[in-house]
């Protein structure tokens, strides 16, 4: 996938009001489910979530002058304990190694900490949508848990949308992580968008749904979200906190097989 600039979503972004629409409503959960304190932003991209919280310390792997920091998940250039949330929306998928990234999350995490992240879900009707009308890939064989090296020449856009289904998608896989990161732990793990968001074409320069409907349509699936969300969801809203637990010196975090 060929890498695309901050302001080239930042432009997409304010040419589509129905796409404003939509993302508005989830920044504004993400904010909601930060606790008070500190925050973090990983992936920071177009700028969205400083509307709704003009004091998180925003950070990306591209500069942008709306951006405070130039940095990768991989290696947070901050001190131990040093924030009270996380928040990434679409960052997850998009990282070469997730297990560095949480152990650097649980690192800087405060005790009580949260990492907040709003991803894609892989469901029977998402998959379809996504492997034929998305460019990013979907690999459901991929192990989220490798580790080695980074590779230094990998596109940082490069993804896999099956990640954070692959890690939270049910109880099992919620199971398996929290044993994988014993500080941190899984609070939830929501499956959400079930209409509004594909018939706005995402960041495209198409969209099917008229900005009128968006705010009805997005009420009506928040009430059939809870019955229907891991049959046809788009995106899952994801919570974890850290519990401030910490491994015995020298012992490294099991990765599963």
């Given at each position: ?7 080239d ?16 409503g989830?920044?504004r959960r ?15 991209g ?36 040093s ?69 230094a020449?990998?596109?940082?856009f490069d ?41 706005t ?25 809870p ?13 974890l ?10 012992q ?6």
């Open positions: 996938m060929a890498s695309a600039q901050p302001a979503y930042r432009a997409i972004w304010m040419a589509k009001p129905v796409l404003r629409n939509v993302y508005q989830w920044y993400m904010a909601q489910a930060c606790r008070d304190g500190r925050t973090l932003e990983i992936g920071g177009s700028g969205n979530f400083k509307s709704f919280a003009p004091d998180v310390i925003s950070t990306d792997v591209m500069t942008a002058a709306w951006l405070d920091t130039v940095c990768d998940a991989h290696r947070l250039p901050f001190d131990d304990a924030f009270d949330n996380i928040v990434m929306f679409d960052v997850l998928h998009h990282l070469q190694r997730p297990a560095l990234f949480f152990n650097e999350a649980a690192r800087v995490l405060r005790s009580g900490g949260r990492i907040v992240m709003l991803e894609p879900a892989i469901t029977p009707v998402s998959h379809i949508f996504y492997d034929r009308f998305h460019e990013e890939p979907v690999d459901m064989g991929e192990d989220p848990f490798a580790d080695g090296p980074l590779d020449d990998r596109d940082p993804s896999n949308q099956a990640i954070p289904t692959l890690l939270f998608g049910n109880t099992a896989r919620q199971t398996v992580f929290e044993e994988a990161f014993p500080s941190l732990s899984v609070d939830v793990a929501e499956h959400l968008a079930l209409f509004a968001y594909p018939l074409g995402g960041f495209k320069s198409w969209s099917l749904l008229p900005v009128w409907l968006a705010g009805p349509l997005t009420a009506l699936e928040n009430i059939l979200a019955l229907l969300g891991r049959l046809m969801a788009f995106r899952m809203l994801v919570v906190s850290s519990n401030g637990r910490v491994d015995a010196p020298g490294e975090h099991k990765t599963p097989r």
